[in-house]
């Protein structure tokens, strides 16, 4: 991969809006099992006249907007936010555990965001085993209002996908949700993802690096990750395969686009990720473009070049404006690492793997 210079801008943004969730998902990094939330005594929410003040400096170059928490409509000013990146012809998704959906139908089909992603986990009894009672059904009903809106004011926006979360407790209900217990004619993608994962000894490597190489000091973010792959030894991958390229065909049958982490389906290659085995993946990359193009700004304000680098900020909104952190040092030392060699944590990153699922063997 040949990685260019950095661009004025980053072309990928994504605003952590809020760290609080009104749910507690067993798989989640943030507020799961070992979420790394869940010994805070305070949750930070960014200041929305400085999101807004960040949007409006970058439109000029048209990035491409993603807004996250926590739940992303818990926070208060969403609507604005949404509304100042649709005015100003950028395009924007989020993530949203779906149980506000129908509350909010009216206000997301006035403000119009591109893309929303719907995480749902299985049919109900599955899902909601992993999110909590009721959550499919008020999800399923959130989204129903949100088409019945959509369809009455005659617009296209905002298109629905699904994110199903693989986990060895949901893999056997893959085909059976996406093909019974769910319209795929309400959606306009689909994105299936294993669950992101790191060994305890990648995080303790990755510390090792914080420390020597940028003077960092732990890396609580990056311990949520941590799990450990015999917690994937009961998956029959076999079995997940097929039904992963099931789901893929059904979903090209019907039009729709069609995602999955890791992105080529074969057998042999899921059991490599499930077993920790990354370097023997195809999908394996020497080089990641992804802290050339993008910023994730956290809900403390702190800027990082990837969803898996909380923990090794470059500056924060409410001190630099985006653009000078984006020019600055810190961005340039990243990089040069990452020209070198990935962090250890780096296999851990959900978009490392990500593509649109490839069909290569039955």
Known sequence: MKLINTAK?????TFQLLERCNLRCNMCYEWGVNGSYLNKKE????????????????????????????????????????????GGGAEVS??????????????????????VWVSLDG???????????????????????????????????????????????????????????????????????????ATAQQVADYEQVLKTQFNVDGSPCAQGYVR????????????????LQNVARACEERGLQFYSQPGTLEVENIQHYLSAKWHRMVDKKSRCGVPWMSAEISAQGEVSTCHSFYDLPIGNIYQQSLTEIWSGEALQKIQRHLRQQLFPICTACCRYYGGAGSLHSE
């Not at 989020?94 to 403000?111: M, R």
């Not at 959550?135 to 905002?158: H, M, N, T, W």
Request: aromatic share 10%.
């Open 43 to 86: 949750l930070a929410v960014l200041d929305l006249a400085t999101v807004l003040k960040t949007v409006d400096e970058c439109l000029p170059n048209q990035p491409k907007f993603e807004l996250f928490g926590g739940e992303p409509m818990l926070y208060p000013g969403i609507w604005q936010v949404i509304e100042r990146i649709v």
């Open 228 to 243: 450990d792959a015999k917690d994937f030894a009961r998956i029959d991958v076999e079995h997940l395969v097929r039904q």
């Open 123 to 197: 049919p109900q009894t599955i899902n909601d085993l992993q999110r909590g009672k009721g959550v499919f059904a008020k999800a399923l009903a959130g989204i129903e209002k949100v088409i019945q809106l959509r369809d009455e004011k005659s617009v296209s926006y905002p298109k629905l996908g699904i994110t199903y979360v693989v986990t060895p407790d949901n893999y056997q209900y893959i085909e059976s949700f996406f093909l019974n217990s769910i319209d795929l004619s309400m959606l306009s993608c689909v994105s299936i993802e294993l669950q992101s994962y």
């Open 94 to 115: 989020f993530p949203t555990n779906g149980t506000y959906l129908e509350k909010y139908a009216q206000q997301l089909v006035d403000s119009q965001p591109t893309q």
């Open 9 to 13: 801008t980053p072309t990928w943004i």
